[in-house]
């Protein structure tokens, strides 16, 4: 079954604090990985995007690590910031479709 | 600004009544998206359109109902067939390869 788990489920952490979240995958054919932030009562923005080749991608602060051989993903935030709360959800996509598989996202909250 | 709108931001149903919701997008992207999000779960495909005149059923299809007549509208008609509807619901498109683009969502709440 094709499946994406992200965890931890939910994260605490101090303002310029660095953490990481992590993403396993049992999706296949794999095409690509996506990481999506999501603010409280928005839509999922896009942060990064990685194919089969590609094992690190950064965006600003955020950097995503992919290694597609144990099917695990990690998303990075250096010194974070109050806007950083939000969830974060990691997405693969499979081969040759149209179709995503969703994670249910890490909760993650930033206080001064 | 290109994006994508969703309307209204929150939405209320009566028992047996159908909620039709909004999304249009000026982006110029062929594709369309439905989904579904509930607390603690992953976003559910609920129907997607390629192109104009054309769609097709997602995942969690039954209840729900949508047209594609023009390129950059594809409203979501949610049906008294749907018996949890409570949810927030979004819309995407996409062009090519790229990531999907989300709409900002419609939150939508049983009376």
């Known amino acids: 079954k094709n499946q994406v788990e992200q965890s931890p489920q939910s994260l605490i952490i101090l303002e310029g604090k660095n953490c990481t979240l992590q993403?396993?995958?049992?999706?296949?054919?794999?095409?690509?990985l996506r990481w999506y932030k999501q603010d409280t009562g928005r839509g999922p923005v896009s942060l990064t995007i990685m194919t089969f080749s590609e094992n690190t991608k950064s965006n600003g602060r955020y950097t995503a690590t992919l290694d597609a051989d144990t099917k695990q993903s990690s998303l990075h935030i250096t010194a974070s910031q109050l806007s950083d709360s939000a969830s974060y959800i990691c997405v693969v996509s499979l081969y040759n479709t149209d179709k995503l598989i969703f994670g249910t996202g890490t909760r993650l909250q930033v206080f001064p | 600004d290109g994006g994508i709108t969703q309307s209204p931001k929150y939405l209320f149903r009566k028992e047996g009544q159908n909620v039709t919701l909004s999304c249009e997008q000026n982006l110029n992207h062929d594709a369309m998206y439905w989904y579904r999000q509930d607390p603690g779960q992953g976003l559910r495909l609920i129907y997607y359109s390629q192109i104009v005149n054309d769609f097709q059923k997602g995942d969690i299809a039954e209840g729900y109902s949508v047209s594609r007549e023009k390129k950059e509208s594809f409203p979501l008609t949610v049906t008294s067939a749907q018996k949890n509807p409570t949810a927030f619901y979004l819309c995407?498109?996409?062009?090519?390869?790229?990531?999907?683009?989300f709409g900002d969502g419609t939150r939508l709440s049983i009376l």
């Open positions: 993403c396993n995958y049992t999706v296949s054919p794999f095409s690509n």
């Open positions: 995407a498109s996409k062009w090519g390869n790229q990531p999907q683009h």
